[in-house]
């Protein structure tokens, strides 16, 4: 098993593959922009679901075309590939399906429908109350609709209930992937788990899907063994990474090459959308909905439960530093910063930065400063701590 780019490229070719004979013989594809959007409802209408995030500086200038400067890069990005057709996901997908989450997103997708058609989720503003959530009910039902007119097939109750149960599956193992960096050393890099769970590609065949997922578990799992390993494991600083999407890869990367390991990502793609799992009794679409709901965006308000879940993790990884992701000119997430940093640092005694940036590469080297002297001081404060408790 080998990890890193390669692995990634024979992946993606492989999905690539599989998703396009699927849609030579008529199968729909529906693009995706957000994880409040429950990909069950579109695997149980017979479709594929393939999200749309970008995380690619190439598109700006054709972005730029339409859209302000300062704008958050995600959605610059996103727009830009799917204006310029650049981006092959983007080009095989028969319909998009956008969430009303943050404003900029919102309006990019009216800009959107000009392209391709696009289908609004409007999503409450809390999550908070049984009004939130029987509204989110009626959106998914209108979805369940829409799914079922542009392919022809029905949702039943059954097929939901299967898809809800793979779905399942699938999240349950990417987590077991997070889980490997629970022990005393940590036997998974960021960048690798990265590259085994990034989910920016067609969700077809799930169930071969987990198997290539156990076949990576396992390989992982031999590192245990190897005392050479784990000599070089231990002392790394586990970095939890907090934020944004982490859809460009360059802050991910600077903390690993600066000697620390991101052990656990707290964004969509981890363990935002992996930590809980949809109840597989009841009705099917009411537990999609509540599930879904509980998603800690800070495009929701209240968000208090992103906190519970960061301590959560922070306890659970053997966390020592938090590094939080902002996207600049993501508002929700920029605002949000204040309460992490207050709750990282008073209530979880760990140290704490937070990186703003955008998709260039200029601030790298600025970047890497900050990134290092940080490190300089999660090794201190790990002195301190290790001292308190001897004492
Ligand atoms: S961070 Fe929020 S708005 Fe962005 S993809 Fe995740 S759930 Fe959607
Ligand atoms: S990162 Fe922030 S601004 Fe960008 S799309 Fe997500 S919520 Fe919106």
Redesign the pocket.
């Known amino acids: 098993m080998r990890f890193g780019e390669t692995y990634r490229s024979c992946f993606e070719e492989k999905v690539f593959h599989e998703a396009r004979a699927l849609k030579a013989e008529g199968v729909k594809v529906f693009g995706v922009y957000c994880s409040f959007t429950p990909k069950e409802l579109i695997t149980a209408a017979g479709a594929i679901p393939v999200s749309l995030c970008a995380g690619s500086e190439k598109p700006m200038e054709h972005a730029h075309l339409h859209l302000p400067q300062n704008l ?1 890069a ?2 610059k990005s996103s727009y830009g590939h799917a204006l310029a057709d650049t981006c092959p996901y983007f080009h095989a997908a028969d319909h998009l399906l956008a969430d009303a ?2 404003d ?2 919102k309006k990019m997708f009216e800009l959107l429908s000009r392209i391709k058609p696009v289908h609004v989720l409007n999503l409450p503003q809390t999550s908070v109350g049984r009004a939130s959530l029987d509204y989110w009910v009626e959106e998914l039902k209108s979805l369940v609709r829409l799914l079922e007119s542009v392919t022809g097939n029905t949702v039943t109750h059954e097929r939901l209930a299967r898809e809800i149960r793979l779905h399942n599956a699938f999240r349950a193992k990417k987590r077991e992937i997070y889980e490997l960096n629970t022990g005393e050393a940590p036997l998974v890099t960021g960048s690798e788990i990265d590259v085994i769970t990034w989910n920016t590609m067609f969700d077809c065949n799930l169930a071969e899907r987990i198997l290539e997922m156990d076949e990576a578990i396992n390989h992982l799992k031999t590192r245990a063994r190897d005392e050479g390993f784990l000599r070089e494991m231990r002392p790394k600083p586990r970095i939890l990474l907090t934020g ?2 982490v859809t460009n890869k360059k802050v991910l990367t600077i903390i690993e090459e600066s000697g620390a390991v991101v052990a656990a990502q707290e964004n969509c793609g981890g363990l935002k959308t992996l930590s809980s799992l949809v109840p597989e009794e009841g009705d099917p679409l009411r537990a999609l909905a509540r599930r879904y709901l509980e998603i800690p965006c ?2 929701m308000t209240p968000n208090t439960s992103r906190l519970g879940l960061l301590a959560d993790i922070i306890q659970r990884y053997r966390i020592d530093g938090v590094v939080d992701l902002t ?1 600049e ?2 508002h ?2 920029n605002v949000e910063a204040f309460s992490v940093r207050e709750f990282v640092q008073e209530r979880c005694c760990r140290p704490y930065i937070q990186i703003r940036t955008d998709y260039s590469q200029n601030d790298c080297e600025q970047i890497r400063t900050r990134i290092g002297a940080f490190l300089e001081m999660i090794a201190t404060a790990t002195c301190r701590r290790a001292a308190c408790a001897g004492a």
């Open positions: 958050c995600l959605i989450t943050c900029g997103k944004c999407p800070s495009c996207w000119a993501c929700t997430y």
